[in-house]
């Protein structure tokens, strides 16, 4: 099956943090079989008409959003709708930090699907359920609306051997975007100049770039499946 991710705008400017939830839902994707193509909006900023454009050229059987909270709601909505409006038999689904508002992402947008939590093995196992037209309730994390009633499964076991995971689809990003000059960045330099070898390190190539080495988070957040 083939599968769009799309990566909304955060900001005013793109983030030089990359997609990694996206990027590790690909690679799940990919490792089992499937196809998939990265529409990242917040990079490239193209209009909503070439998105549609991209999306039929691509013709995917299921259309992904990643999203951050709150930010990204308003684009979310409105480009879904207007999928939904052009390509009617194609399914969506979205993740990350929107996924606790499931119920009102369903009811009010053009989300068919949401995977709270991790998504890796919830996505893979959706893909198989629709593609064999397995139930829908044995897929893990997933949330769905079936004759206007919301359906909640229970959540999949958090990943606990990240060293068994893969890198992300770093080859579907445009690398260039996500190195950033640490000279420009006033708090990088605040917090790593002190290193006595920071001149040394950085004086020729003054690049980095952001990498994730764990996951989770101390916080209790009101807002989080968690």
């Given amino acids: 099956m083939k599968f769009q991710i799309i990566i909304p705008p955060i900001r005013d400017e793109y983030s030089n943090v990359p997609p990694y939830g996206a990027l590790h839902v690909g690679r799940a994707l990919c490792?089992?079989?499937?196809?998939?193509?990265?529409?990242?909006?917040?990079?490239?900023?193209?209009?909503t008409e070439e998105i549609l454009g991209r999306i039929e050229d691509f013709d995917p059987d299921i259309i992904g959003f990643t999203s951050i909270v709150s930010t990204s709601y308003k684009f979310?909505?409105?480009v879904s709708i207007k999928i939904k409006k052009r390509f009617s038999e194609k399914k969506i689904v979205l993740g990350g930090h929107l996924s606790p508002a499931h119920e009102t992402l369903l009811k009010a947008t053009g989300i068919d699907f949401v995977i709270e939590g991790e998504g890796e093995i919830p996505i893979v196992e959706l893909f198989d359920a629709i593609e064999n037209n397995k139930s829908l309730t044995a897929v893990p994390?997933?949330?769905f609306e079936e004759k206007g009633e919301i359906i909640t499964t229970n959540l999949a076991e958090?990943?606990?051997?990240?060293?068994?995971?893969?890198?992300?689809?770093?080859?579907?990003?445009?690398?260039?975007?996500?190195?950033?000059?640490?000279?420009?960045a006033s708090?990088?330099?605040?917090?790593?100049?002190?290193?006595?070898?920071?001149?040394?390190?950085?004086?020729?190539?003054?690049?980095?770039?952001?990498?994730?080495?764990?996951?989770?988070?101390?916080?209790?957040?009101?807002f989080c499946h968690r």
Avoid at 31 to 47: A, F, K, M, Q, T
Avoid at 163 to 178: A, G, H, I, T
Wanted: hydrophobic share 35%; with cysteine.
């Fill in 31 to 47: 490792d089992n079989g499937h196809l998939v193509s990265l529409i990242n909006v917040d990079v490239e900023r193209p209009g």
């Fill in 76 to 78: 979310i909505k409105d």
């Fill in 141 to 143: 994390s997933l949330r």
């Fill in 158 to 184: 958090p990943i606990r051997d990240l060293n068994r995971q893969k890198y992300p689809l770093f080859e579907m990003l445009n690398m260039d975007k996500y190195l950033f000059d640490v000279n420009s």
């Fill in 187 to 222: 708090s990088y330099r605040e917090n790593f100049s002190r290193h006595d070898d920071f001149e040394l390190i950085y004086g020729e190539y003054p690049h980095a770039f952001s990498v994730v080495f764990t996951r989770g988070c101390v916080k209790q957040c009101a």
